[in-house]
């Protein structure tokens, strides 16, 4: 089993930056993909980005790219996402989650692990 926590959410205005933080724990986190995910009020949760095990293999979805940065320390058994230039939009509950094995899956029924999830607000 795995244990994801996430924290760095908060309150911020547009064009300010926040890093989020997801802390892993209880079984190996070695060959797991990662991803981060947000939901904000009535709509589907969607992938922002995810990283596969070695963090050599990223995926960002269209409206993130350039701003966000996805990467991983597995030393210290951490994910982050760093969003920068943050617009109205990105308000949402971010969420990280894992799955196993390697692949990077954009998919929300694709991973096991979720965290509890970190309110974002972007106030314009």
Known sequence: QVQLVESGGGLVQAGGSLRLSCAVSGD????YAMGWFRQAPGKE???VAAINWSGEDTYYTAS???????SRDNAQN????QMNSLKPEDTAVYYCAARSGRAVLVTPKRYDYWG???QVTVSS
């Open 45 to 47: 949760r969607e992938v």
């Open 64 to 70: 993130v790219k350039g701003r966000f940065t996805i």
């Open 116 to 118: 509890q999830g970190t």
């Open 28 to 31: 190996t986190f070695r060959r």
């Open 78 to 81: 951490t994910v982050y996402l």
